[in-house]
């Protein structure tokens, strides 16, 4: 197929999952025709393989467990979500989080140092978000010579059955206002979230093609890190994408299916 | 004293009330040492006297009452507070507001027509500010042509006698940010509202002077009206504060009592 010549040098895939494997929906989600064999596919050629998502509110073993029923062939190795990525984060600098997180998240952070916490990791917390958590999140913050709040993702609102839900990133501003400080972001579109994604899947970026619904997070994230990338024509794929005055997807394909189809022939 | 000369002009002065009057609490509040005494002192003087405040967590009656209890001399005529402002616009502009406030404003609201709403108000709402609160307010905003937020202050956060906590600031960020809208302000630091509590003192702004706690909302706010402005080192002062890098105080005191000591000494 004419102007695929790059994916010749691909060795990875990076997937992210929400409107690309299934559509969520009130049952827990419907997969999305042809992507169960696709990733089927993708591993049976050799490629790499990692998923790529901004879930907060389960462990990834949850996760995996949902994904699997729904046929996909895929482990929790294969996942690449904020929780984990926040945790190499902590390690690597020394910090103990106080948590204010989905209770089902928790498990994630199980062999971190949480005492005398020195940071705020904030994910989509739902009904934890009430007046005295984050009341006790601010009062740490604001007593922190140099606060350092770490927030999983920074979406505005997501949809469920009964309407409309704040997201994480409206209370992420709630505390960057109220101490004067700027979040640092954990999960898409943040560079340093692509590159643990990288990192998992053992592929450079010039090796790797990222495959997403979503024209910001998922495409214009991962080419910001030297990475091609596709949309896909499912999930929150709108048309007006394909007019987008910042971000140009390397190539449209209609699903992953698709995608994975003209890669192989690449090969 | 040196550097004072401007307050020979004075004829009235705006008082902030926490932090400078009393340190709230869930108690009730401990009023701070001289305060009292100083009201006293500004009204034998013959000079002017108004309370400028953002407080929403009472009506003004209730307000009032509890400052007279800790001795203070003061009338609900003297208090220039957000919630009888915002009713002034809310009839002005024919709004019918959805109330995200604490249960003790709601009286002030009592004339106001709040079928089927067109906008929300929003206050220091403290147990109020429930994940389930914050969520309705924020259906409501998203759901309308055109979203009008209005919310009764922006401070950052407040002293209670058991630490600081949010103030109502924080969560309009939060609704601005999830709704990408701006909120309109009434109360400090808005121009409006300083304007307000002048034409209750009846005294132009040359001729008067702020005395807060704030930095922003009451030094700042006073200053861009043409007031004159001191920040007392009580209530939520802090040593950083004097190295803001954009409002100065006129003069800076440490406390309401020897704000008044100095200014009388200048009549």
Redesign the interface.
Known sequence: MAGWGWARAVRGLLLDVSGVLYDSGADGGVPIAGSAEAVRRIKASGLKLQLCTNETQATRENFVRKLRAMGFDVSVAEVTAPAPAACRLLKERGLRPHLLVHDDLIPEFAEIDKTNPNCVVLGDA??????AN??KA??LL?GMEKPVLISLGKG??YKETD?????V???M????????IQAEVVGKPAKRFFESALAELGVPPEQAIMIGDDIVSDVGGAQQCGMRALQVRTGKYRPSDENHPEVKPDAYVNNLAEAVDIILQQL
Chains 1, 2 share one sequence.
Not at 173 to 180: G, M, N, Q, R, T
Request: net charge negative; with cysteine.
């Open positions: 739902a009904e934890n978000f009430t007046y984050l009341n601010f009062q604001i505005r609102y309407g409309l839900k704040l997201d990133g409206a209370y501003k709630a505390l960057e206002y109220a101490c004067d």
